[in-house]
């Protein structure tokens, strides 16, 4: 089963409103990503957010990180309709050696930004 | 090349017919990874390589898929007879080699596998 699982599972929003995903998880991870994934394209790495940070910032986007509850959420501020896309949330286990990399996925959020 | 290249980007076989997806990953990464998405949504992990070397394989259905990264050559996955639960959008990414603590991959577009 993926180790991580999304809520909501789809999104739809005006333009300028904001975005709220989370994701929540199983298992001690080292770190959790976010990545977008725009239709019938690959993923495209957002922002990483190790497991002793609680929240990070890049542009419009804000993640926090919350360990206790193996949960976290992605915020996209004042969206536009060029964020329309599935967003991923993907953790790296506290697995040792082999865990970098393998990136465990969750089911996504699909997102849409109606101009 | 600044970007990982997978080939073909569509890939039509009958059931039991072979695929072979290949795939280049940035120059200087030293880890490929093999992810397939069924559907639209789920990422299964199916193996990565550190150079040539085989790092995890413990997503691979052992009898039917095969995987190489040999050096001077893009690296391949192979699917023997395949089957209609084969289709799936087949996904490469690469990552520099360096702390497990950024982890960042970098994905191609996908190949996508139709079984008929």
């Known amino acids: 089963s993926q180790q991580g699982e999304e809520d909501p599972q789809a999104l739809s929003i005006q333009e300028g409103e904001n975005a709220t995903m989370n994701c929540s998880y199983k298992?001690?991870?080292?770190?959790l990503q976010w990545y977008r994934q725009n239709s019938g394209r690959g993923l495209v790495h957002l922002i990483l957010i190790r497991s002793n940070e609680r929240e990070k910032h890049s542009g419009r986007l804000r993640v926090t990180l919350d360990t206790s509850k193996k949960s976290s959420s992605l915020l996209i501020t004042a969206s536009r309709a060029a964020d329309t896309a599935s967003y991923f949330c993907a953790t790296v286990p506290n697995a040792g050696g082999t865990s970098y990399g393998k990136l465990t996925f969750g089911q996504g959020t699909i997102l849409t930004v109606h101009p | 090349g600044e970007e990982v290249a997978q080939t073909p980007k569509h890939l039509v076989r009958g059931e039991g017919q072979k695929a072979k997806l290949y795939c280049a990953p940035i120059k200087g990464h030293s880890y490929v990874f093999w992810y397939q998405q069924v559907l639209k949504n789920e990422f299964k992990f199916l193996i990565s390589?550190?150079?040539?070397?085989?790092?995890?394989e413990t997503g691979m259905p052992k009898e039917r898929f095969s995987a190489k990264c040999l050096p001077n050559s893009p690296c391949s996955l192979e699917i023997q007879a395949t089957k209609l639960e084969d289709s799936a959008v087949y996904f490469c990414a690469s990552s520099q080699q360096g702390s497990p603590l950024t982890g960042e991959l970098f994905f191609g577009e996908g190949s996508r596998l139709t079984v008929l």
């Open positions: 298992t001690s991870i080292n770190n």
């Open positions: 390589f550190q150079n040539e070397n085989v790092f995890d």
